[in-house]
């Protein structure tokens, strides 16, 4: 990826205007960057499941399917919200937008409280990193995660903050990153939540 | 392909990104602090093992050894020398037959000249070191 | 040389290329204990001479990072050092307490150096790396205090730049993760666990910040290619190297006591520490093949070129050879990290050292580049010590491979001791590169002082 964007300067003149890319370049090395480590992460689960599968399909039935679920819809709601909020400030609308980003933020909040609920059962329990290898993966990746639904909500915050002040010149740019960063954050559930809580 | 690439953006995700992995870091360093007492058996600590780690450390033991594989890489390790070298008495005996002038040719540990308290407190270090559970490190008796 | 304080940076590079040839010197000595055990012995056992070895190559990477500093910071504020005199007492101070601490190792027995430096006031000496006594430890807090205030009040006072700012960042962090060397609890997990808070954090962490800086600063110079270029991929660079390198301290926490989920996280992001290393080199490549001018430094675009290759190698591959909890539970401890070690630290910070020292020394010394005589040979010089460093990782990955299979994997394991005996043939033929090493640094001394028609005089 470094390669071809390094390139990039001498070939702008040359590339079809259409093919433009949303947000900014930085945040997509960002990007593949956390897609990268989370990928290595989803490898190393199948690696570790192949190896307990027992160990894994009793582990996963302790898990809260209905909590898991109910959070896949907030951040795909979330994920709506965004989306309308980019396009709301791409028709000139920055007070919308700002509105849609407080609807966004608040399925992020939501996401939070189901989580911390589905922590504490499990804690109560007494189940810790150190429990087994499945319980390993399950905190790991579900915290992992977790944080990041935090940055992604911090990161739409800033940009509620910077539309409410009016928006400048870059900040359909920064809009934009924060909407791909979002999503980015988003799409790792969809593919976290049947992997860790369905998948047998 | 085109679109914006600033060094704004580079640089909040820089930051952005530093601290998170950085909060990240001292949350499993949390919960390894919680984890800890069950494997490093700190509650058998005596002053003795206390003393024992001090005379390994103002000895620079592992400017030569390896303790649980950390150290230098001239001498064998340290950590299973206690059960590789037959108990206590095996250690400080080793420990103490070292000659002065070293081995023509070999590589031999200095003579350190310690007192029996001292040989004692060293070898009852490394049989609190051995049974630390380091997830089954090192893989057999040779280290 | 546009501001006439940097001129300290010549001593603080003096000062490391002096110290640079006593590390290499002692590393011949423990190459030759490897194979002849009785060398020096029992006046300089193997122990001392590692801990004079290591530490000098710390200490020396110190001055060439303050040496740097000191040269760029200036140039990228537009403003004259805060402070000239300050910086060089501080000189004085380190120097003198560097080589006194290396003439205690030499002197007098370690335990007796910890008995009579305070060591029995707070107990921080005979760990790996660390081994300075109290006092020189508490010095190199002070001097590095006074210089971080020195660089910190020239920053603030002048143009303030991404590259000055990461720099900061990078000597900042390295003065606060020293701090844990001060932390030695007598529970030994605990005391490893933030030994690692020094140790990793230094070289996997914000020296990194302090390599990216110099070798942008380089870059610009060199290339001439625009600022704004470079500092943004500066910053995507450093953000891959921490976001990789500050999870991936747990490849540390595997063997040491400390919870076993540490092998996974820490092979998922070790993992990925090669990607910010290999992101660097192209960095290096594309800005030199895109430069806007021929600088009449060759031999620092060279040193350039090479930091970002050999930092890949060293850090990224070898590193990762043996990152992963399964393959490391065979090799942790052996000639392979031995192996690691060498070519990663002779890649990203000697090499970056080397590469600042080449590009300002001349200018420093009135022109903007040596004379073609001096380039060539200093080059020679990159070659021969480049590629004997090639050939010492090498020999010493075929050396471990060995003791690992001897030692740990084969159906009846060998002792420490026969094993070493058995793989003595690659030690000699490591320790012969060594001596290749040294003439390439031999060279590279030379090289400063050779004559020939001058090249353009310095802007």
């Known amino acids: 990826m470094s390669t071809e964007s390094l390139a990039l300067p001498a070939t702008t003149g040359t590339a079809p205007p259409e093919r433009r890319l949303a947000g900014d370049l930085a945040i997509w090395v960002f990007i593949c960057a956390e897609l990268l480590a989370f990928a290595v992460f989803f490898v190393a689960y199948g690696v570790a499941r192949a190896r307990h599968v027992d160990m894994f399909n009793t582990g996963q039935l302790t898990l809260d399917r209905n909590a898991g679920a109910l959070n896949t819809v907030l951040l795909i709601t979330g994920s709506w919200f965004v989306v309308q909020a980019v396009a709301r400030l791409r028709g000139g609308d920055p007070g919308g937008s700002a509105g849609r980003l407080l609807l966004a933020l608040a399925c992020g909040g939501g996401f939070l409280v189901v989580k911390v609920f589905e922590y504490k059962a499990k804690f109560a329990l007494g189940i810790s990193l150190s429990t087994d290898t499945f319980y390993m993966f399950y905190i790991s990746l579900t915290f992992f995660h977790l944080m990041h639904v935090l940055l992604g909500m911090v990161i739409l915050a800033l940009l509620w903050n910077s539309l409410r002040r009016g928006p400048g010149p870059t900040t359909l740019s920064s809009l934009e990153s924060g909407a791909a960063y979002w999503h980015m954050v988003d799409l790792v559930w969809i593919i976290l939540f049947p992997l860790v809580y369905v998948m047998r | 392909m085109s679109g914006a690439f600033t060094k704004s953006m580079a640089r909040n995700i820089f930051y952005g990104g530093t601290v998170f992995f950085f909060l990240l870091f001292l949350a499993l360093s949390f919960d390894t602090h919680q984890a800890l007492p069950k494997r490093d058996h700190r509650a058998e600590i005596t002053p003795q093992i206390a003393h024992g780690k001090k005379l390994v450390e103002v000895n620079n033991c592992i400017g030569c050894h390896t303790l649980m594989g950390e150290g230098a890489y001239f001498a064998p390790e340290l950590g299973n020398a206690i059960a590789r070298l037959g108990g206590r008495e095996g250690i400080k005996g080793f420990i103490k037959s070292r000659p002065a002038e070293g081995i023509p040719g070999r590589r031999s540990m200095p003579q350190f000249n310690f007192s029996d308290d001292d040989l004692e407190a060293i070898a009852a270090y490394l049989e609190h070191v051995n049974k630390i559970d380091d997830a089954n490190w090192p893989p057999n008796i040779q280290g | ?459």
């Not at chain 3, 150096?113 to 305070?118: I, M, Q, R, V």
């Not at chain 3, 903007?368 to 590629?387: D, G, H, R, Y």
């Open chain 3, 1 to 459: 040389m546009p501001f006439q304080s940097q001129g300290v940076a010549k001593y603080y590079f003096m000062a490391a290329i002096a110290l640079f040839a006593g590390q290499i010197l002692f590393g011949l000595i423990m190459g030759l204990q490897y194979v002849w055990g009785d060398f020096l012995f029992p006046a300089i056992p193997f122990n001392v001479a590692r801990m004079v070895h290591t530490n000098l190559l710390i200490v020396w990477l110190l001055f060439g990072f303050m040496g740097g500093a000191y040269y760029l910071i200036p140039e990228e504020s537009e403003t004259e050092l805060y402070s000239t005199k300050l910086a060089m007492l501080l000189f004085w101070v380190f120097l003198i307490a560097g080589a006194l601490t290396i003439v205690g190792y030499l002197a007098v027995p370690y335990a007796t150096l910890a008995k009579y430096t305070g060591n029995d006031l707070l107990e921080t000496m005979g760990r790996e790396f660390l081994e300075q006594p109290l006092i020189t430890k508490v010095g190199i807090v002070i001097v590095a205090l006074g210089f971080l205030f020195n660089i910190t009040m020239t920053v603030l006072k002048g143009r303030k730049t991404a590259i000055s700012t990461v720099l900061l960042l990078g000597l900042w962090g390295l003065a606060v993760f020293f701090l844990f060397s001060f932390y030695n609890p007598v529970n030994v997990v605990e005391d490893k666990f933030f030994w690692w808070w020094t140790v990793h954090l230094w070289v996997e962490g914000v020296w990194e910040l302090i390599l990216g800086a110099l070798l942008a600063f380089v870059l610009i110079k060199v290339t001439g290619v625009d600022r704004e270029v470079i500092e943004k991929w500066l910053y995507v660079i450093i953000t891959l190297t921490l976001v990789t390198g500050v999870i991936g301290t747990g490849h540390h926490y595997f063997w040491i006591g400390t919870p076993e989920y540490w092998q996974w996280w820490g092979s998922i992001f070790s993992a990925l520490e090669p990607i910010p290393f290999f992101a660097m080199t192209v960095f290096a490549f594309n800005m030199v093949n895109r430069r806007r001018r021929e600088h009449p430094n060759r031999a620092a675009t060279l040193w350039a070129l090479g930091t970002g290759v050999m930092a890949f190698l060293g850090a990224g591959v070898w590193g990762f050879l043996h990152t992963l909890a399964p393959v490391n539970y065979y090799t942790h401890g052996t000639q392979i990290t031995a192996a690691h070690g060498h070519m990663a630290f002779y890649g990203a910070y000697a090499m970056v050292v080397l590469c600042m020292i080449s590009y300002a020394m001349p200018i420093m010394r009135g022109r903007a580049a040596n004379s073609n005589k001096a380039q060539v040979l200093e080059m020679w010089s990159f070659w021969l010590m480049t590629i004997a460093m090639v050939f010492i990782t090498l020999f010493l990955t075929a050396a471990g491979i060995l003791q690992v299979w001897l030692q740990r994997v084969s159906d009846t394991p060998l002792p420490f001791m026969v094993v070493q005996d058995k793989i003595s043939l690659f030690y000699w033929m490591r320790e012969w590169t060594g001596v290749v090493f040294l003439i390439g640094l031999v060279l590279y001394i030379l090289s400063f002082f050779v004559k020939g028609e001058e090249q353009a005089k310095a802007a």
